[in-house]
Protein backbone atom coordinates (compact mmCIF):
# COMPACT_ATOMS: atom_id res chain seq x y z
CA UNK A 1 0.00 0.00 0.00
CA UNK A 2 3.06 2.23 0.63
CA UNK A 3 4.28 2.40 -2.96
CA UNK A 4 0.33 3.34 -4.09
CA UNK A 5 0.03 5.95 -1.87
CA UNK A 6 4.08 6.93 -2.69
CA UNK A 7 2.64 7.22 -6.72
CA UNK A 8 -0.19 9.28 -5.84
CA UNK A 9 2.11 11.86 -3.74
CA UNK A 10 4.40 11.82 -7.08
CA UNK A 11 1.16 12.71 -8.94
CA UNK A 12 0.47 16.09 -6.85
CA UNK A 13 4.21 17.03 -5.87
CA UNK A 14 5.06 18.81 -9.35
CA UNK A 15 2.18 21.63 -8.63
CA UNK A 16 3.85 21.78 -5.16
CA UNK A 17 7.10 22.30 -6.47
CA UNK A 18 5.61 24.86 -8.49
CA UNK A 19 5.06 27.07 -5.57
CA UNK A 20 7.99 26.36 -3.91
CA UNK A 21 6.98 23.62 -1.59
CA UNK A 22 6.86 20.01 -1.41
CA UNK A 23 5.69 17.02 0.28
CA UNK A 24 7.42 13.85 1.43
CA UNK A 25 5.44 10.30 2.70
CA UNK A 26 6.83 9.71 6.25
CA UNK A 27 4.25 6.29 6.99
CA UNK A 28 1.58 4.80 6.54
CA UNK A 29 -0.37 2.40 8.72
CA UNK A 30 -2.06 -0.49 8.31
CA UNK A 31 -4.95 1.44 9.64
CA UNK A 32 -5.28 3.98 6.77
CA UNK A 33 -3.48 6.70 8.28
CA UNK A 34 -0.72 8.63 5.98
CA UNK A 35 1.80 10.42 7.69
CA UNK A 36 3.46 13.08 5.57
CA UNK A 37 6.06 15.99 6.01
CA UNK A 38 5.06 19.23 3.89
CA UNK A 39 8.60 20.89 3.04
CA UNK A 40 9.52 24.68 1.44
CA UNK A 41 7.13 27.11 1.36
CA UNK A 42 4.55 24.42 2.31
CA UNK A 43 6.10 24.36 5.82
CA UNK A 44 4.70 26.91 7.98
CA UNK A 45 2.00 27.92 5.33
CA UNK A 46 -0.87 29.07 6.36
CA UNK A 47 -2.97 27.67 3.57
CA UNK A 48 -1.03 24.21 4.43
CA UNK A 49 -3.92 22.83 6.05
CA UNK A 50 -6.02 23.56 2.95
CA UNK A 51 -3.59 21.58 0.78
CA UNK A 52 -2.82 18.82 3.29
CA UNK A 53 -6.60 17.91 3.04
CA UNK A 54 -8.24 19.05 0.27
CA UNK A 55 -5.48 18.34 -2.25
CA UNK A 56 -3.23 15.54 -1.08
CA UNK A 57 -5.73 13.62 1.28
CA UNK A 58 -8.30 13.97 -1.88
CA UNK A 59 -5.72 12.56 -4.25
CA UNK A 60 -4.32 9.90 -2.13
CA UNK A 61 -8.13 8.69 -1.40
CA UNK A 62 -8.59 8.56 -4.92
CA UNK A 63 -6.40 6.59 -6.17
CA UNK A 64 -5.80 4.73 -3.03
CA UNK A 65 -9.35 4.06 -1.53
CA UNK A 66 -8.07 1.79 1.65
CA UNK A 67 -6.83 5.75 3.20
CA UNK A 68 -9.09 7.20 5.73
CA UNK A 69 -6.63 10.11 6.58
CA UNK A 70 -4.13 11.87 5.96
CA UNK A 71 -2.05 13.56 8.97
CA UNK A 72 1.22 16.03 8.55
CA UNK A 73 3.91 15.66 11.36
Not at 11 to 26: C, F, K, N, T, W
Not at 41 to 46: I, L, R, S
Not at 57 to 65: G, H, N
Request: contains cysteine.
Amino acid sequence: MKEKVQKAIDLIRPSLQADGGDVELIDVSVDGIVKVKLTGACHGCPMSQMTLKMGIEKIIKTQVPDIKEVVAV
